[in-house]
């Protein structure tokens, strides 16, 4: 049996997809890091936000990012998925030693709270 290891897979999405369609993205690729053996600790999602360069003639996409345990069997078939299809504009997995003990912070979220704190609200 192949280790499993801990990565987080970073997808960047088309901006035009409904909410439903992000979510079926993310079950697909759950589904394949389930069916090789591994799990999906959690998944967070960021939200529409601006790219730094244009991917695919998209200015926006949604960020998410799931924090999976997995074999490379897993990995290699969520890259090639991910190259596949049209609706994911690029991803990347980052091995780690240990998952996230709970979802990031969102973008939005962590703006607002810095700028209550200097503001003292």
């Known amino acids: 049996m192949e280790r499993l290891n ?11 997809l409904a909410m439903s369609d992000v979510e079926k993205i993310i079950s697909r690729l759950s589904e394949v890091v ?10 967070v999602n960021h939200g529409i936000k601006e790219i ?10 949604y960020y998410i990012m799931l924090a999976i345990r997995a074999n490379s069997t897993a990995l290699q078939e969520l890259q090639r998925i991910s190259g596949i299809s049209g609706d994911i504009l690029k991803s ?4 780690v ?16 709270y810095k700028s ?3 503001t003292g609200e």
């Open 6 to 16: 801990y990565y987080e897979y970073t997808l960047i999405i088309r901006p035009d």
């Open 34 to 43: 389930k069916n090789t053996g591994g799990s999906v600790l959690h998944h």
């Open 52 to 61: 730094k360069y244009e991917m695919k003639k998209n200015k926006r996409a």
């Open 92 to 95: 990347v997995a980052i091995k």
């Open 97 to 112: 030693d240990a998952p996230s003990v709970a979802p990031m912070i969102n973008f939005e979220t962590e703006s607002k």
């Open 116 to 118: 209550n704190e200097q």
